[in-house]
């Protein structure tokens, strides 16, 4: 099994702020089948990147997608007070699937 | 318009059964694979079961191996989620998600376990 770890646990930025989340992986995830998620508080999570780095339907450029192998990154350009929620990553390449636990974005 | 609607949850016994169901809409959904993800309260996202488009192809994590069943009925646009010999950390809220990469989710339905 892939045991994914995200970091940092807790990410506190500002609205206009860069944010850097990371997502490592236990081994190298086949063919970078790796998504990030969005997940605010009482709803479902949001797809929104895939292949590691293609953006999902509707999902805005300050989202970005990068890395392979085993390290990954989300990059949210410029955070706007809707982006602070949970996001986590999964990696969809091995069975089982696996998600990590989670980086929390908080409003400093 | 894409739509994901679970149903079936609610309060079981330890050791009981429950059978989730999720209706697909909007969307061909025999061309699709299909998954259940959960939740447990306050915590995080948890891959339970997966089935491949036709039904022939099936896999779960091992909390759920020999006690959950995942099948579907293309004619029926339906995923069920079938559920044995409940635990109490099998407390969570039960996603239906589309295709391996999860791209649409339904709202999720709540099944607690509890005595």
């Known amino acids: 099994e892939i045991v994914l770890t995200q970091s940092p646990g807790t990410l506190s930025l500002s609205p206009g702020e860069r944010a850097t989340l990371s997502c490592r992986a236990s081994?190298?995830?086949?063919?970078?089948?790796l998504a990030w998620y969005q997940q605010k508080v009482g709803q479902a999570p949001r797809l929104l990147i895939y292949?590691?780095?293609s953006r999902a339907t509707g999902i805005p450029d300050r989202f970005t997608g990068s890395g392979s192998g085993t390290d990954f990154t989300l990059t949210i350009s410029r955070l706007e007070p809707e982006d602070f929620a949970v996001y986590y990553c999964?990696?969809?390449?091995?069975?089982?699937?696996?998600f990590g636990q989670g980086t929390r974005l908080e409003i400093k | 318009e894409v739509q994901l609607v679970e149903s079936g949850g609610g309060l079981v016994q330890p050791g009981g059964s429950l059978r989730l169901s999720c209706s697909a809409s909007?969307?061909?959904?025999?061309?699709?694979?299909m998954h259940w993800v959960r939740q447990a309260p306050g915590k995080g996202l948890e891959y339970v079961s997966a089935?491949?488009?036709?039904?022939?192809?099936?896999f779960y994590a091992d909390s759920a191996k020999g006690r959950f069943t995942i099948s579907r009925d293309n004619s029926k646009n339906t995923l069920y989620l079938q559920m044995t010999s409940l635990r109490a950390e099998d407390t969570a809220v039960y996603y239906c998600?589309?295709?391996?990469?999860?791209?649409?989710w339904g709202q999720g339905t709540l099944v607690t376990v509890s005595s």
């Open positions: 998600v589309r295709d391996w990469q999860g791209d649409y």
């Open positions: 909007g969307f061909t959904f025999s061309r699709y694979a």
């Open positions: 081994q190298s995830v086949t063919s970078n089948y």
């Open positions: 089935i491949n488009n036709n039904g022939r192809d099936t």
């Open positions: 999964q990696q969809y390449g091995s069975s089982p699937i696996t």
């Open positions: 292949g590691a780095s």
